[in-house]
Nanobody, 122 residues
Framework: QVHLVESGGGLVQPGGSLRLSCAAS????????ADWYRQAPGKQRVLVAS???????DYEDSVKGRFTISKDNAKNTVYLQMNSLKYEDTAVYYC????????????????WGQGTQVTVSS
């Protein structure tokens, strides 16, 4: 069972920065891959950043150059550093983590975080 806890959301002015965290706990060996999604009011949830099993990152066009996804293997935590925030970045942000289960099976499983609100407003 993998449990994800997100933190770091809040209210920020345009041009500001936030760092979201997604900490994984439970019977896991590590994090294989991870994604960050966001869902604005009245809109569908969309993928904004992904980190594959080789730690290669990819970003949705509107956040390229502003957002950075990373992970800390020692802490089993995934981050989303968000800089130069814009009004249109306002949304609930969700992490989706592919965890590596405990030995001997090292089974892969996907889980969602609970979401954290990011509001960009002056």
């Amino acid at each position: 069972q993998v449990h994800l806890v997100e933190s770091g959301g809040g209210l920020v002015q345009p041009g500001g920065s936030l760092r979201l965290s997604c900490a994984a706990s439970g019977s896991i060996f590590g994090i294989n891959a991870a994604d960050w999604y966001r869902q604005a009011p009245g809109k569908q949830r969309v993928l904004v950043a992904s980190l594959d099993s080789h730690s290669v990152a990819d970003y949705e066009d509107s956040v390229k150059g502003r957002f950075t996804i990373s992970k800390d293997n020692a802490k089993n935590t995934v981050y989303l550093q968000m800089n130069s925030l814009k009004y249109e970045d306002t949304a609930v942000y969700y992490c989706n983590v592919e965890a590596i289960g405990s030995p001997p099976r090292f089974r892969l499983s996907r889980s969602w975080g609970q979401g954290t609100q990011v509001t960009v407003s002056s």
